[in-house]
């Protein structure tokens, strides 16, 4: 496994991110660096997103969503790659899977996984989670 998604699931698993205010914190440069973030979920979206140069750890934190996961090489593109914010959006398809996240939960994102976060899984819900972009 990668050094760097070694100290990134180090850090979540030490870290009392309820502690930490919202924003970004670098860790090793533009190399690993992560994302705290609260909001609340919604339905799932239209587009699925996907990264070009880093992998996503996404963390679970406080509160429950669904993130669907499709192949990025499956999809049709929607919007085309935006290199400053490191994403592109595809359409998003009717037979997505979706992972069930609760406190604690992790997921871990290639470039080549096109994934939907911030969706409710009954209803909405308040999260707190940490994103973690570990550069390719």
Not at 18 to 32: A, I, N
Not at 77 to 88: C, G, H, I, R, T
Not at 115 to 130: N, R
């Amino acid at each position: 496994m990668s050094p760097l998604i070694v100290r990134a699931l180090q850090i979540a698993a030490q870290t009392d991110f309820e502690k930490l205010q919202d924003g970004k914190y670098e860790v090793d440069s533009d190399k690993l660096f992560y994302i705290v973030q609260r909001y609340k979920t919604k339905p799932p979206s239209d587009k699925i997103e996907a990264h070009r140069k880093y992998i996503d750890i996404q963390f679970l934190v406080k509160g429950s969503e669904r993130i669907g996961y499709m192949p990025a090489n499956d999809l049709k593109q929607a919007v085309e790659y935006n290199p400053e914010k490191e994403v592109e959006f595809f359409q998003a398809p009717k037979n997505i899977t979706f992972l069930n996240m609760t406190k604690g939960y992790f997921a871990i994102f290639c470039p080549s996984d096109a994934h939907m976060p911030g969706c409710q899984v009954y209803k909405p819900d308040e999260v707190l989670k940490v994103v973690f972009k570990v550069k390719v």
